[in-house]
């Protein structure tokens, strides 16, 4: 059975600051990987996804890499801000297509002014 | 530009009671999934649905939850009699189709079973 997990759990960092957020997985066999951003008592908002085949994708100052031998996905921030403060979240996507999304616990970033 | 809407926003809710959470997904989008998030807890799924009927749907999703899709542009989950558990976050997802894996959620349906 598919577990996502992340860390940290929650990083504070100032402005400016680029930053690392990292998923692991525990089942290799996944179809994608999908990035969230979710803002306190809200819905989910996608940022990247990356198919099993993909190494990386990128979005304005949002870099997403996808290593699956070693269950691991990583997003880059850079030059953090603070409308950046939210949570981040991953979801592995196990094959095949119809499957449901497994999503990680989350990550809360605070970017300070 | 075109977003899932989920109404309502909240709904408080006594145990024992039925509700229906409505969900409009983006129109032409051919799968819709339901997941929800318990306070402080993953988001966790609940069920994907497609051609108008289930296509999976988790241990979660019991005898006491079903879908429809009444018509062209609502999908709906109905919850029987709620137990003081079902309080969470209720989010609807739906998708374009097989070629785009991307799915893109609703803002969610607050339910306090009391």
């Known amino acids: 059975k598919q577990e996502v997990t992340q860390i940290p759990a929650a990083l504070s960092v100032p402005e400016g600051e680029n930053l690392v957020l990292n998923c692991s997985f525990t089942?290799?066999?996944?179809?994608?990987l999908q990035w969230f951003r979710q803002d306190p008592g809200k819905g989910l908002t996608s940022l990247l996804l990356i198919q099993s085949s993909q190494r990386e994708q990128t979005s304005g100052r949002l870099n997403a890499s996808l290593d699956k031998s070693s269950g691991r996905s990583t997003l880059y921030i850079a030059a953090s801000q603070p409308g950046d403060s939210a949570t981040y979240l991953c979801a592995a996507h196990p094959p095949p297509i119809g499957q449901n999304f497994v999503f990680g616990p989350g990550t809360r970033l605070s970017v300070l002014p | 530009e075109p977003e899932v809407t989920q109404t309502p926003s909240h709904q408080v809710t006594q145990m024992g009671q039925e509700v229906i959470l409505r969900c409009v997904p983006i129109s032409n989008h051919l799968y819709f999934y339901w997941y929800r998030q318990i306070l402080g807890q993953k988001v966790e799924f609940l069920v994907s649905f497609y051609n108008n009927e289930i296509s999976e749907k988790s241990e979660i999703f019991d005898d006491q939850f079903s879908v429809e899709r009444p018509d062209g542009s609502n999908f709906t989950l109905k919850i029987r009699s709620t137990k003081l558990e079902d309080s969470a976050m209720y989010f609807c997802?739906?998708?374009?189709?097989?070629?785009?894996?991307?799915?893109?959620f609703g803002p969610g349906t607050r339910l306090l079973v009391l």
């Open positions: 997802a739906s998708r374009p189709g097989q070629a785009v894996e991307t799915q893109y």
């Open positions: 089942d290799s066999a996944i179809y994608n």
